[in-house]
């Protein structure tokens, strides 16, 4: 599931992964629906919480 998904994805890499838009992606980040942490000011999330939240929403 995602093989061409980058391990650890960006805001941008989450919209074209789960085909929502920035403000949806940013709620689910925020949230804490997906795992993610700010580094440098930029939101990273891994590929495989993206993973366990499709499969487990």
Not at 21 to 46: D, H, Q, T
């Amino acid at each position: 599931m995602l093989e061409n998904a980058p391990d650890v994805m960006s805001i941008k890499d989450l919209c074209k992964t789960l085909q929502i838009g920035k403000n949806s992606a940013l709620y689910l980040v925020k949230n804490e629906f997906i795992p993610a942490c700010k580094i440098m000011g930029k939101w990273r999330i891994l590929k495989e919480d993206v993973i366990e939240y499709i499969l487990h929403g």
